[in-house]
């Protein structure tokens, strides 16, 4: 229509439309047009405007599109049409008439691009468009190129990745706001601004006058078609109106892409605000016009917006022109509409009424402001109005993309990112209400991310428009809408909200596009200083911030299992990330200097005051309430960061920015009942919580959260740790990992809080976590290092699992490097000296209560107590370690304690130096147990020490004990002392705290009724931590007195401490280290080591045990033994499984090489004895109960892959480079087949060839045997068991049931011995012509089988069965290949050519040669013998005719040589010397009775080896030249009469070329020189190596042959050898030939009739047939036999250059883009993965090309993944990925889209397991694909 159009403008001939009012109104349109042009052009042009302005009126009118749509009924306008569609056809060819100006429209497009001074690419894509991001350019984080502009520019070494967009985006090439120019295309480099010539006034014109009013145009339809009904129109809707405007929005789209001029056009347009004004509130008269105002104020209104001149009627007054877009002064109603939100908001909400009651919070920023931001629109030009329509219809793609090409020219930019701005609000309230809110999301960020990138246009509407406060003010607005209040801590009075994040607006992440352009904007530098100095800003974001606090609270199930597992938590966590810390790094980013103090001081003090506020809110005083956990605390983890910050990069003063003690204890208590709730999670005691729990607590330390939350937490309690008074941090620990009660020295102990099976884990949890606390130098100091760090690794893993691995590692590490042989334990590591801010935690590791836990635990772990691990005594010592490590330089040896007696702990420790309390021996310790404890029963000496850590009630007991002594240890509550301290220093800071007095806390914890019945005990101790270390030296090593100081040999050890020796081993070493240690920090120590050592320890004698005790001791006792045993089963039979499948799966060992492990004492036992894997009876295979080999039958086209080029074949990546199957094997040997059916009988033919090359098929063994009735009952019991996996029962698939292996079907195993070892023991003295005579007889004889074919017996249904199997292996055009189908010819051919296929493979995957002899792996699980026999039974069901047997052509002499050739209208048989002779071999071996003579074997070879060895003669006097063929012509006959002449090459050669020459078989050449003839002159060497390279591959397929049935070893030997080993191996050679002279192949030789003779009579066949068809007769001579070893395709080294090439490549199928593209590895076939388009009798592409291209297996490299898929049949998995990043890593789906390289390894197991048909084997995740891929 368009171009009709376009042609009649210029005047072309023009045919009626039938659509067009008058066949002339073209020519009319044109005339028109052209003469409006020239009024319009006249200085005084008011009648041409006003005449112009009737005609739009006209062509244009509003009314016709919708009253279509409406009712389809008839306008009647200026040029109505016939259908709906034709008026706006009209309007349209009207425009682009008038915008031309009456001359061609395509020509005015021209002529306008001609003036495109853009330098900008703005190349505006969609969602799925593939893009790059380049990091060293871009200046804004958000920089993307589209691929023209990527490759044109140069970007390598740059940190660059590809992207697949997810929202859609613009070029960003050529703005320098957004990325350095460096980083430009060759394109956008140039400014072209400078050569452009001015646009010439009068060729836009009529663009001028036009476009207004067609923009208008287009406003008044979406007016007309929005409708607002009561519920939210419904989509159907609005997509019908935008169908209908289609074509004027794609018109306009057209427009924007004439270039730059047209732009600015546009740009004055859409921003004049006088030409809306006069459009949009002109004729009042015109009714039309007047309903399409109403009804845009309706849409106004119901969008909760006001128009600010709401309170006069709809009588339209002129909008006085406001100087701000937020006219807040001239907005009365405020307050009003504010009650009228809300309640709209509450309906929002009537869906979720049980989600609690909402409860609003009241901004504390101006809310008169903050509504007119919410509530108040005010459109002043065509732009804000469109955009307006365009929210309204939830952004329609073409309408996004319109306003996106616009943004090139920059005046627009700036006026539509205004327009943007002020409408951001309205955009969030769409959103909200939007069904579609992932499409809306992604269109909304697509344009939003164009505007906000670029740092000066985002400063600038900062500035003017106020952008933060919007931001910030539509995000609290929007989470308001689902606010819950907070169930932490104290449930009833807490006045705390969070969102709620089972709401759809979290759960579907609709806040992420609002979101991300606060992320995006807050990464300008400029914007983001505003933001920290604002205050209020600050203190609304805090607020906002706030209601993520405490979301998504778990309470710990206690007695039932949770009924619904709500998944909640993945909307938590997705919340804090995007919403609250992407912000804070952002944030961040921009407070690294020393100059940004102030900014961080403001962020800490207003997160402070919002922290107070919430710990009010929550009513929290000092404890947590129980059994609660939230994973969620964005303000403390604000507060850290920005600390962190303070001290590493601003040089703040630590202490200034923090709050008094009694904040800092508040502080901690969250983060630190997270880490022990983290402990609970992995101890099974949330069990009850379902698997989420265990989600949120992977999450918590997950990579990509890790940063965000445990890291900041982790460094809070660092700060806290170091202020804090370190008794009360430790105690408190402790109390929060409930494992008080657990460290006392009574050997017995009652926990109020925990139950007895979690103690163990807590307790390692609580060390752990301190060992963290006081290692981890993430925030601290100097961080990352080259070493293994278990720290670390604790801290990053998810799964426990994965620190063993590491460990496993570090463990295969020091062994292989020779530096530890045991089992090492996790490294200590040196840790970097602290941060001077940060000294104060050190302080933990030297307060008394650590020691006290140390002691205790040293103590129990010595006494065997029970709830000890070997983790225990690893944190333990560790701790020691890092508190010797970190002690205090200046105190004394002999400190005394600071604050006199009061401030000891009784008597304890004397002070808190690690380094001196670790000698101070304690004598006695009283404590508490319960009273069935065997401590009881002592007296106490006089003098006592006492102590028991964590009895609860102790702290009432009133101290009686006399102190004077100085032996004794009180009692010591932990519990009590951090109460305490608590206590203390809330006095301290605040006087009327003191009224704080709390009984409730503390009877949480003991409540009346769990109180045990405690009594008190005193235990002789006399221990000090040095005496107990080398205690534990003497256990752990086994020995007493094992421990011998080492500096007494070695003074140089204390003088040079850190010996490598000491720094990787198992506890003992750690010990020897920390005691080394201790005694280089102090003399004292020192020698209180020695005298230790003098004593000799007596051993520690076992304690009185009462029977009550014993009892529960007992019972503890056996269940650890019971546990031991299972552990102890557990392993032998995992080692028994691992010997098996060592002996089983044994790949090297030469011995054994027969198929079966044959339990044989004697050799001359000939029954083979098989051992069934179901039943486990041994015996041998009989016919009733046959025996059979677990097998896995596959069709295989790996054959047809040989190529008898060297040269790879590459993957294309051009158009180019194409990949020409016509040099593969199977396609050479169907060339073949079909030239011999063409000219010769085609039962004969089928004889003369093997196929199976493609589709042949393979069978392979993993070599264990079961019974067929087994078998069968197995097969039964998997069909009814309905788990299974990856397998089909139906279609006889199983695995086998002793290694698992994949198998589908059951090889027989013939009765008898499995060797034929007795057969050929006897030295053959017959004569070549007796043996060539019995093997004639033999093959004449009908079924000579002992299993005599008529009596139906097991064992011949099964050999039928599996016949039929194999049969159905392959597709039916892989077996049949006869002109007759159906034919018995087709049938045998099949059966041969499977034999043939197995050997052949066998030969590919033992290199394509017999060099390396042995019975090498395949040998192993061969089952070629089995498979002999099956393939034996059936071909001699088939009786060759036996007039054309080959046998006698081979062997006699024919009388009459032309009654051979068969009649003219018959067609001959195929010469012999056109056969296949392997084939031959096969055919003439399974024709023979079974089992088969050795002697007879060889003399088949020997006759079929004079034929070869023809066969190559006459091959290799076609490829010559003629010359040469005369000189050996001429050479031969001179020698024939000697001697030897029939074993002379030179003679047979020229015998052969004289027989050959008399057809025309070398005729044809002369003119074109034969494309086989090889230029080289052929020397008596050449000759030799052609000779022998033509009879290989005959000889490798025999001698494996050989080797399989009469169990030869094969020699092994060098490649030259070959040939002579070969030959001797199978009795060719008569002795083993003298080395001396060079060997000669005609050596070989064996002629059973005359050699010239039966020559004469070969060639005589040839000769007739030449005579017709000499050219090929020829081709039919050459056998290509040099077949290479089969390839997969050679990949590029970069991943990109095939993605490049294929992922816009279309398809040649369907000639569409692919929406997944694949390439098929083996022939570089290009496919649609799952694509419909492509589909043929419901398979897809893939699955159809893997039938065809690899008999069922395909193997596709998927382009949008990376990644390899295996096909196998109706399977299929995915392999994984050959291209790795620099880090050695895949990148699934592309979505880093790092640089991506070719790993050669992995290619090559690729390609291994291609060859090996091992993919069933080695890849276990097997899926079916129901022909769907």
């Given at each position: 229509?368009a171009?009709?159009?376009?042609?009649?403008?210029?005047?072309?001939?023009?045919?009626?439309?039938?659509e067009?009012?008058?066949?002339?109104?073209?020519?009319?349109?044109?005339?028109?047009?052209a003469h409006?042009?020239?009024?319009?052009?006249?200085?005084?042009?008011?009648?041409?405007?006003?005449?112009?302005?009737a005609?739009?009126?006209?062509?244009?009118?509003?009314?016709?599109?919708?009253?279509?749509?409406?009712?389809?009924?008839?306008?009647a306008?200026a040029?109505g049409?016939?259908?709906?569609?034709?008026?706006?056809?009209?309007?349209?060819?009207?425009?682009k008439?008038?915008?031309a100006?009456?001359?061609?429209?395509?020509?005015?497009?021209?002529?306008?691009?001609?003036?495109?001074?853009?330098a900008?690419?703005?190349?505006?894509?969609?969602?799925n468009?593939?893009?790059?991001?380049?990091?060293?350019?871009?200046?804004?984080p958000?920089?993307?190129?589209?691929?023209?502009?990527?490759?044109?520019?140069?970007?390598?070494?740059?940190?660059?990745?590809?992207?697949?967009?997810?929202?859609?985006?613009?070029?960003?090439?050529?703005?320098?706001?957004?990325?350095?120019?460096?980083?430009f295309?060759?394109?956008?480099?140039?400014?072209?601004?400078?050569?452009?010539?001015?646009?010439?006034k009068?060729?836009?014109?009529?663009?001028?006058?036009?476009?207004?009013r067609?923009?208008?145009?287009?406003?008044?339809y979406?007016?007309?078609?929005?409708?607002?009904?009561?519920?939210v129109?419904?989509?159907?809707?609005?997509?019908?109106?935008?169908?209908?405007?289609?074509?004027q929005?794609?018109?306009?789209?057209?427009?924007?892409?004439?270039?730059?001029?047209?732009?600015?056009?546009?740009?004055?347009?859409?921003?004049?605000q006088?030409?809306?004004?006069?459009?949009?509130?002109?004729?009042?008269?015109n009714a039309?016009?007047?309903?399409?105002?109403?009804?845009?104020?309706?849409?106004?209104?119901?969008?909760g917006?006001?128009?600010?001149?709401?309170?006069?009627?709809?009588?339209i007054?002129?909008?006085?022109?406001?100087?701000s877009?937020?006219a807040?002064?001239?907005?009365?109603?405020?307050?009003?509409?504010?009650?009228?939100?809300?309640?709209?908001?509450?309906e929002?909400?009537?869906?979720n009424?049980?989600?609690?009651?909402?409860?609003?919070?009241?901004?504390?920023?101006?809310?008169?402001a903050?509504?007119?931001?919410?509530?108040?629109?005010k459109?002043?030009?065509?732009?804000?109005?469109?955009?307006?329509?365009?929210?309204?219809?939830?952004?329609?793609?073409?309408?996004?993309?319109?306003?996106?090409?616009?943004?090139?020219?920059?005046?627009?930019?700036?006026?539509?990112?205004?327009?943007?701005?002020q409408?951001?609000?309205?955009?969030?309230?769409?959103?909200?209400k939007?069904?579609?809110?992932?499409?809306?999301?992604?269109?909304?960020?697509?344009?939003?991310?164009?505007?906000?990138?670029?740092?000066?246009?985002?400063?600038?509407?900062?500035?003017?428009?106020?952008?933060?406060?919007?931001?910030v003010?539509?995000?609290?607005?929007?989470?308001?809408?689902?606010?819950?209040?907070?169930?932490?801590?104290?449930?009833?009075?807490?006045?705390?909200?969070?969102?709620?994040?089972?709401?759809?607006?979290?759960?579907?992440?609709?806040?992420?596009?609002?979101?991300?352009?606060?992320?995006?904007?807050l990464?300008?530098?400029?914007v983001?200083?505003?933001?920290?100095?604002?205050?209020?800003?600050?203190?609304?974001?805090?607020?906002?911030?706030?209601?993520?606090?405490g979301?998504?609270?778990?309470?710990?199930?206690?007695?039932?299992?949770?009924?619904?597992?709500?998944?909640?938590?993945?909307?938590?966590?997705?919340?804090?990330?995007?919403?609250?810390?992407?912000?804070?790094?952002g944030?961040?980013?921009?407070c690294?200097?020393?100059?940004?103090?102030?900014?961080?001081?403001?962020v800490?003090?207003?997160?402070l005051?919002?922290?107070?506020?919430?710990?009010?809110?929550?009513?929290?005083?000092?404890?947590?309430?129980p059994?609660?956990?939230?994973?969620?605390?964005?303000?403390?983890?604000?507060?850290?960061?920005?600390?962190?910050?303070?001290?590493?990069?601003?040089?703040?003063d630590?202490?200034?920015?923090?709050?008094?003690?009694?904040?800092?204890?508040?502080?901690?208590?969250?983060?630190?009942?997270?880490?022990a709730?983290?402990?609970?999670?992995?101890?099974?005691?949330?069990?009850?919580?379902?698997?989420?729990?265990?989600?949120?607590?992977?999450?918590?330390?997950?990579?990509?959260?890790?940063?965000?939350?445990?890291?900041p937490?982790?460094?809070?309690?660092?700060?806290?740790?170091?202020?804090?008074?370190?008794?009360?941090?430790?105690?408190?620990?402790?109390?929060?990992?409930?494992?008080?009660?657990?460290?006392?020295?009574?050997?017995q102990?009652?926990?109020?809080?925990?139950?007895?099976?979690?103690?163990?884990?807590?307790?390692?949890g609580?060390?752990?976590?301190?060992?963290?606390?006081?290692s981890?130098?993430?925030?601290?100091?100097?961080?990352?290092?080259?070493?293994?760090?278990?720290?670390?690794?604790?801290?990053?893993?998810v799964?426990?699992?994965d620190?063993?691995?590491?460990?496993?590692?570090?463990?295969?590490?020091?062994?292989?490097?020779?530096?530890?042989?045991?089992?090492?334990?996790p490294?200590?590591?040196?840790?970097?000296?602290?941060?001077?801010?940060?000294k104060?935690?050190?302080?933990?590791?030297?307060?008394?209560?650590?020691?006290?836990?140390?002691?205790?635990?040293?103590?129990?772990?010595?006494?065997?107590?029970?709830?000890?691990?070997?983790?225990?005594?690893?944190?333990?010592?560790?701790?020691?370690?890092?508190?010797?490590?970190?002690?205090?330089?200046?105190?004394?040896?002999?400190?005394?304690?600071?604050?006199?007696?009061?401030r000891?702990?009784?008597?304890?420790?004397?002070?808190?130096?690690?380094?001196?309390?670790?000698?101070?021996?304690?004598?006695y310790?009283?404590?508490?147990?319960?009273?069935?404890?065997?401590?009881?029963?002592?007296?106490?000496?006089?003098?006592t020490s006492?102590?028991?850590?964590?009895?609860?009630?102790?702290s009432?007991?009133p101290?009686?004990?006399?102190?004077?002594?100085s032996?004794?240890?009180?009692?010591?509550?932990?519990?009590?002392?951090?109460?305490k301290?608590?206590?203390?220093?809330?006095?301290?800071?605040?006087s009327?705290a003191?009224q704080?007095?709390?009984?409730?806390?503390?009877?949480?914890?003991?409540?009346?009724?769990?109180?045990?019945q405690?009594?008190?005990?005193?235990?002789?101790?006399?221990?000090?931590?040095?005496?107990?270390?080398?205690k534990?030296?003497?256990?752990?090593?086994?020995?007493?007195?094992?421990?011998?100081?080492?500096?007494?040999?070695?003074?140089e050890?204390?003088?040079?401490?850190?010996?490598p020796?000491?720094?990787?081993?198992?506890?003992?070493?750690a010990?020897?280290?920390?005691?080394?240690?201790?005694?280089?920090?102090?003399?004292?120590n020192?020698?209180i080591?020695?005298?230790?050592?003098?004593?000799?320890t007596?051993?520690?004698?076992?304690?009185?045990?009462?029977?009550?005790?014993?009892?529960?001791?007992?019972?503890?006792e056996?269940?650890?033994?019971?546990?031991?045993?299972?552990q102890?089963?557990?392993?032998?039979?995992?080692?028994?499984?691992?010997?098996?499948?060592?002996?089983a799966?044994?790949?090297?060992?030469?011995?054994?090489?027969?198929?079966?492990?044959?339990?044989?004492?004697?050799?001359?036992?000939?029954?083979?004895?098989?051992?069934c894997?179901?039943?486990?009876q041994?015996?041998?295979?009989?016919?009733?109960?046959?025996?059979?080999?677990?097998?896995?039958?596959?069709?295989?086209?790996?054959?047809?892959?040989?190529?008898?080029?060297?040269?790879p074949?590459?993957?294309p990546?051009?158009?180019?480079?194409?990949?020409?199957?016509?040099?593969?094997?199977?396609?050479v040997h169907?060339?073949?087949?079909?030239?011999?059916?063409?000219?010769?009988?085609?039962?004969?033919?089928?004889?003369a060839?093997?196929?199976?090359?493609?589709?042949?098929?393979?069978?392979?063994?993993?070599?264990?045997?079961?019974?067929?009735?087994?078998?069968?009952?197995?097969?039964?019991?998997?069909?009814?068991?309905?788990?299974?996996?990856?397998?089909?029962?139906?279609?006889?698939?199983?695995?086998?049931?002793?290694?698992?292996?994949?198998?589908?079907?059951?090889?027989?195993?013939?009765?008898?011995?499995?060797?034929?070892?007795?057969?050929?023991?006897?030295?053959?003295?017959?004569?070549?012509?007796?043996?060539?005579?019995?093997?004639?007889?033999?093959?004449?004889?009908?079924?000579?089988?002992?299993v005599?074919?008529?009596?139906e017996?097991?064992l011949?249904?099964?050999?039928?069965?599996?016949?039929?199997?194999?049969k159905n292996?392959?597709?039916?055009?892989?077996?049949?290949?006869?002109?007759?189908?159906?034919?018995?010819?087709?049938?045998?051919?099949?059966?041969?050519?499977?034999?043939?296929?197995?050997?052949?493979?066998?030969l590919?995957?033992?290199?394509?040669?017999?060099?390396?002899?042995?019975?090498?792996?395949?040998?192993?699980?061969?089952?070629?013998?089995?498979?002999?026999?099956?393939?034996?039974?059936?071909?001699?069901?088939?009786?060759?005719?036996?007039?054309?047997?080959?046998?006698?052509?081979?062997?006699?002499?024919?009388?009459?040589?032309?009654?051979?050739?068969?009649?003219?209208?018959?067609?001959?048989?195929?010469?012999?010397?056109?056969?296949?002779?392997?084939?031959?071999?096969?055919?003439?071996?399974?024709?023979?009775?079974?089992?088969?003579?050795?002697?007879?074997?060889?003399c088949?070879?020997?006759?079929?080896?004079?034929?070869?060895?023809?066969?190559?003669?006459?091959?290799?006097?076609?490829?010559?030249?003629?010359?040469?063929?005369?000189?050996?012509?001429?050479?031969?006959?001179?020698?024939?009469n000697?001697?030897?002449?029939?074993?002379?090459?030179?003679v047979?050669?020229?015998?052969?070329?004289?027989?050959?020459?008399?057809?025309?078989?070398?005729?044809?050449?002369?003119?074109?020189?034969?494309?086989m003839?090889?230029?080289?002159?052929?020397?008596?060497?050449?000759?030799?190596k052609?000779?022998?390279?033509?009879?290989?591959?005959f000889?490798?397929?025999?001698?494996?042959?050989?080797?399989?049935?009469?169990?030869?070893?094969?020699?092994?030997?060098?490649?030259?050898?070959?040939?002579?080993?070969?030959?001797?191996?199978?009795?060719?050679?008569?002795?083993?030939?003298?080395?001396?002279?060079?060997?000669?192949?005609?050596?070989?030789?064996?002629?059973?009739?005359?050699?010239?003779?039966?020559?004469?009579?070969?060639?005589?066949?040839?000769?007739?047939?030449?005579?017709r068809?000499?050219?090929?007769?020829?081709?039919?001579?050459?056998?290509e036999?040099?077949?290479?070893?089969?390839?997969?395709?050679?990949?590029?080294?970069?991943?990109?250059?095939?993605?490049?090439?294929?992922h816009?490549?279309?398809?040649s199928?369907?000639t569409k883009?692919?929406?997944?593209?694949?390439?098929?590895?083996?022939?570089?076939?290009?496919?649609?993965?799952?694509?419909?388009?492509?589909?043929?009798?419901?398979?897809?592409?893939?699955v159809?090309?893997?039938?065809?291209?690899?008999?069922?297996?395909?193997?596709?490299?998927?382009i949008?993944?990376?990644?390899?898929?295996?096909?196998?049949?109706?399977?299929?998995?995915?392999?994984?990925?050959?291209?790795?990043?620099?880090?050695?890593e895949?990148?699934?789906?592309?979505?880093?889209?790092k640089?991506?390289?070719?790993c050669?390894?992995?290619?090559?197991?690729?390609?291994?397991?291609?060859?090996?048909?091992?993919?069933?084997?080695?890849?276990?995740?097997?899926?079916?694909?129901?022909?769907?891929?």
């Amino acid at each position: 229509m368009a171009a009709a159009a376009a042609a009649a403008a210029v005047g072309g001939p023009q045919q009626s439309q039938p659509e067009l009012p008058a066949p002339g109104l073209a020519l009319d349109k044109a005339a028109t047009a052209a003469h409006l042009k020239a009024a319009l052009s006249r200085p005084d042009n008011r009648a041409g405007a006003e005449e112009l302005q009737a005609l739009l009126e006209r062509v244009l009118s509003a009314e016709r599109p919708l009253a279509a749509a409406a009712g389809g009924e008839e306008a009647a306008a200026a040029g109505g049409g016939g259908g709906p569609g034709a008026a706006e056809e009209e309007a349209l060819e009207w425009c682009k008439c008038l915008l031309a100006g009456g001359g061609g429209y395509d020509e005015f497009c021209a002529a306008v691009r001609a003036y495109d001074p853009a330098a900008l690419c703005g190349l505006v894509w969609t969602a799925n468009f593939v893009a790059y991001r380049c990091r060293t350019c871009g200046i804004s984080p958000c920089m993307s190129l589209c691929a023209e502009c990527f490759h044109q520019g140069d970007h390598t070494g740059h940190d660059f990745n590809m992207f697949r967009s997810q929202a859609g985006g613009a070029c960003d090439c050529g703005d320098s706001n957004v990325m350095r120019e460096s980083g430009f295309c060759k394109r956008h480099q140039i400014k072209s601004s400078s050569n452009i010539p001015c646009v010439p006034k009068d060729l836009l014109m009529m663009s001028e006058f036009v476009l207004p009013r067609f923009i208008f145009c287009l406003i008044q339809y979406l007016r007309e078609g929005y409708n607002e009904p009561a519920d939210v129109p419904s989509e159907k809707d609005l997509n019908k109106v935008l169908q209908l405007l289609e074509p004027q929005i794609s018109f306009l789209e057209d427009l924007t892409k004439m270039g730059g001029a047209m732009r600015s056009v546009l740009t004055q347009v859409l921003t004049n605000q006088q030409n809306y004004k006069d459009l949009t509130s002109g004729p009042g008269e015109n009714a039309c016009a007047k309903k399409s105002h109403e009804k845009y104020l309706i849409a106004l209104k119901s969008s909760g917006l006001t128009y600010p001149e709401d309170k006069l009627v709809y009588g339209i007054q002129e909008p006085s022109a406001g100087p701000s877009t937020l006219a807040v002064q001239g907005f009365a109603g405020a307050t009003g509409t504010l009650g009228q939100v809300d309640s709209s908001d509450e309906e929002d909400q009537d869906g979720n009424q049980g989600l609690g009651k909402r409860k609003r919070v009241k901004l504390s920023s101006g809310t008169k402001a903050d509504q007119s931001i919410m509530d108040v629109l005010k459109h002043k030009s065509f732009l804000e109005e469109l955009l307006f329509w365009t929210i309204k219809y939830e952004f329609p793609q073409k309408m996004v993309t319109f306003l996106l090409n616009m943004l090139p020219d920059q005046e627009y930019k700036v006026a539509f990112t205004k327009t943007f701005v002020q409408h951001y609000a309205f955009i969030m309230k769409t959103l909200k209400k939007s069904h579609e809110s992932d499409t809306m999301s992604n269109r909304i960020v697509h344009i939003s991310v164009q505007l906000f990138s670029n740092e000066e246009l985002a400063r600038q509407v900062t500035e003017e428009c106020q952008l933060l406060d919007i931001m910030v003010t539509v995000l609290l607005y929007m989470m308001e809408s689902c606010l819950i209040k907070s169930e932490l801590q104290d449930e009833e009075n807490s006045l705390h909200v969070v969102v709620n994040c089972g709401e759809a607006l979290l759960k579907n992440n609709t806040y992420w596009p609002l979101v991300s352009d606060f992320i995006n904007i807050l990464s300008h530098q400029s914007v983001a200083k505003r933001f920290l100095e604002d205050h209020g800003l600050l203190v609304t974001w805090m607020n906002f911030v706030s209601f993520f606090q405490g979301m998504n609270l778990n309470k710990r199930e206690l007695n039932e299992h949770v009924e619904f597992e709500s998944q909640t938590y993945y909307a938590a966590f997705a919340a804090e990330l995007e919403a609250c810390a992407q912000p804070m790094w952002g944030l961040l980013s921009h407070c690294k200097i020393r100059e940004t103090q102030e900014y961080t001081r403001n962020v800490v003090r207003y997160c402070l005051e919002a922290l107070q506020d919430w710990f009010d809110a929550i009513n929290f005083v000092d404890e947590p309430a129980p059994n609660q956990v939230t994973f969620h605390l964005p303000l403390h983890r604000y507060y850290a960061m920005f600390l962190s910050k303070a001290v590493k990069c601003q040089e703040l003063d630590l202490d200034s920015v923090l709050p008094d003690q009694e904040m800092l204890m508040k502080l901690m208590i969250h983060p630190l009942q997270i880490q022990a709730s983290l402990a609970e999670i992995h101890s099974n005691m949330w069990v009850r919580n379902g698997l989420q729990i265990k989600g949120q607590a992977m999450t918590y330390v997950q990579s990509h959260f890790c940063n965000s939350m445990i890291d900041p937490d982790i460094y809070l309690l660092q700060v806290c740790a170091s202020r804090l008074d370190p008794d009360y941090f430790i105690s408190s620990v402790f109390e929060r990992f409930k494992v008080v009660d657990l460290l006392t020295m009574a050997s017995q102990h009652q926990n109020t809080v925990l139950d007895a099976e979690h103690e163990r884990s807590m307790l390692e949890g609580a060390l752990t976590f301190l060992v963290i606390l006081l290692s981890l130098r993430l925030h601290l100091a100097e961080v990352w290092d080259q070493e293994f760090d278990p720290v670390m690794v604790i801290l990053r893993t998810v799964y426990r699992r994965d620190v063993q691995s590491a460990m496993d590692r570090y463990t295969a590490f020091l062994k292989q490097s020779g530096k530890f042989p045991g089992n090492p334990w996790p490294p200590y590591k040196k840790r970097t000296s602290l941060h001077p801010s940060y000294k104060g935690l050190m302080r933990l590791l030297h307060c008394k209560t650590l020691h006290i836990v140390l002691f205790t635990l040293l103590y129990k772990i010595l006494m065997d107590h029970q709830n000890l691990s070997e983790h225990v005594l690893c944190m333990v010592l560790y701790l020691i370690e890092l508190g010797l490590e970190n002690s205090a330089e200046d105190e004394s040896d002999e400190e005394t304690s600071v604050g006199g007696p009061e401030r000891c702990h009784d008597s304890w420790f004397p002070g808190s130096n690690l380094v001196s309390n670790m000698r101070h021996f304690i004598n006695y310790v009283r404590v508490r147990v319960p009273e069935t404890a065997p401590e009881v029963k002592r007296d106490s000496p006089a003098s006592t020490s006492s102590d028991s850590l964590g009895s609860l009630q102790s702290s009432r007991r009133p101290k009686v004990l006399q102190r004077e002594n100085s032996g004794t240890a009180q009692v010591f509550s932990l519990v009590a002392e951090r109460r305490k301290k608590f206590q203390e220093i809330i006095n301290r800071s605040s006087s009327e705290a003191n009224q704080v007095v709390r009984p409730k806390t503390s009877s949480k914890w003991s409540a009346p009724g769990s109180a045990p019945q405690l009594t008190t005990a005193i235990l002789e101790i006399k221990e000090s931590i040095l005496s107990l270390l080398i205690k534990l030296h003497h256990k752990l090593s086994g020995k007493q007195n094992s421990y011998y100081p080492p500096w007494l040999d070695d003074i140089e050890i204390l003088i040079q401490p850190e010996i490598p020796k000491y720094s990787h081993g198992d506890g003992i070493t750690a010990v020897e280290r920390i005691l080394l240690k201790a005694a280089l920090q102090s003399r004292m120590n020192k020698r209180i080591i020695e005298e230790i050592c003098r004593k000799v320890t007596p051993p520690v004698p076992p304690k009185k045990i009462t029977a009550a005790e014993k009892k529960t001791l007992d019972k503890e006792e056996r269940r650890q033994k019971a546990r031991e045993r299972q552990q102890k089963l557990l392993a032998e039979f995992a080692s028994r499984q691992k010997s098996f499948m060592e002996t089983a799966m044994d790949v090297d060992s030469p011995e054994n090489d027969i198929p079966m492990e044959i339990t044989t004492a004697e050799p001359q036992v000939s029954e083979a004895v098989y051992d069934c894997v179901i039943c486990g009876q041994s015996g041998p295979s009989s016919e009733d109960r046959p025996t059979g080999l677990v097998v896995l039958l596959q069709a295989s086209s790996v054959l047809g892959q040989c190529r008898d080029n060297v040269e790879p074949k590459k993957l294309p990546i051009t158009e180019e480079e194409q990949i020409y199957p016509w040099d593969t094997c199977a396609a050479v040997h169907d060339v073949r087949l079909s030239l011999l059916q063409r000219y010769f009988k085609d039962s004969s033919c089928l004889l003369a060839v093997s196929i199976g090359w493609e589709g042949g098929v393979y069978v392979q063994t993993c070599g264990h045997t079961l019974h067929i009735d087994c078998h069968k009952s197995y097969m039964e019991s998997l069909r009814n068991d309905q788990v299974l996996q990856g397998f089909s029962v139906d279609k006889g698939e199983f695995t086998c049931p002793l290694c698992r292996q994949f198998a589908n079907s059951v090889l027989p195993c013939y009765p008898g011995s499995n060797v034929e070892n007795n057969l050929w023991q006897r030295p053959c003295n017959k004569s070549m012509q007796d043996l060539i005579k019995e093997v004639e007889e033999l093959q004449g004889r009908p079924g000579a089988f002992p299993v005599s074919i008529s009596s139906e017996t097991n064992l011949s249904k099964e050999m039928e069965s599996v016949m039929k199997d194999i049969k159905n292996t392959t597709q039916k055009k892989y077996r049949d290949y006869s002109k007759t189908p159906g034919s018995p010819d087709n049938d045998f051919l099949f059966m041969y050519s499977v034999a043939r296929t197995n050997l052949e493979l066998e030969l590919i995957h033992r290199g394509g040669n017999l060099c390396s002899g042995g019975a090498s792996t395949a040998g192993k699980r061969s089952c070629l013998n089995q498979l002999f026999h099956v393939l034996a039974l059936h071909m001699r069901l088939y009786s060759i005719d036996s007039e054309y047997n080959p046998w006698k052509k081979l062997t006699q002499l024919v009388e009459d040589m032309n009654s051979q050739l068969g009649n003219e209208e018959q067609q001959p048989e195929v010469p012999i010397l056109y056969h296949d002779v392997t084939s031959l071999l096969l055919i003439q071996i399974l024709m023979m009775p079974q089992p088969l003579h050795k002697e007879h074997f060889t003399c088949i070879v020997k006759v079929l080896f004079t034929l070869l060895y023809t066969q190559a003669l006459a091959a290799l006097s076609v490829k010559c030249s003629e010359e040469d063929r005369s000189a050996w012509k001429h050479m031969g006959t001179l020698k024939k009469n000697i001697c030897d002449a029939e074993k002379s090459y030179e003679v047979l050669l020229s015998f052969v070329i004289s027989e050959l020459s008399k057809g025309k078989l070398y005729h044809e050449e002369g003119s074109q020189e034969c494309s086989m003839i090889s230029p080289i002159a052929w020397s008596p060497e050449s000759m030799e190596k052609y000779l022998q390279e033509f009879c290989l591959p005959f000889l490798r397929i025999t001698s494996l042959l050989q080797h399989h049935l009469f169990g030869e070893d094969l020699p092994s030997c060098q490649e030259e050898e070959e040939f002579s080993v070969l030959s001797s191996c199978l009795g060719l050679l008569p002795t083993f030939y003298q080395t001396e002279h060079p060997f000669i192949s005609a050596s070989c030789l064996d002629w059973p009739v005359p050699a010239f003779d039966i020559i004469t009579q070969w060639c005589f066949e040839i000769k007739s047939f030449t005579e017709r068809h000499a050219e090929q007769g020829k081709a039919l001579l050459i056998q290509e036999s040099r077949w290479k070893l089969p390839h997969l395709l050679q990949l590029p080294e970069n991943y990109n250059t095939i993605f490049q090439y294929y992922h816009r490549k279309t398809c040649s199928v369907c000639t569409k883009v692919p929406k997944d593209p694949a390439v098929c590895l083996v022939c570089g076939t290009f496919v649609c993965l799952k694509g419909l388009c492509c589909k043929q009798q419901s398979y897809c592409e893939c699955v159809l090309h893997s039938q065809n291209c690899g008999a069922g297996t395909g193997i596709f490299l998927l382009i949008n993944a990376s990644v390899i898929i295996i096909i196998r049949g109706h399977r299929f998995c995915l392999w994984g990925s050959v291209y790795l990043d620099a880090h050695g890593e895949e990148d699934r789906d592309l979505r880093r889209g790092k640089p991506l390289y070719i790993c050669k390894e992995r290619y090559k197991v690729l390609e291994q397991q291609w060859i090996s048909h091992t993919f069933d084997h080695i890849n276990k995740r097997w899926g079916p694909h129901y022909n769907g891929l």
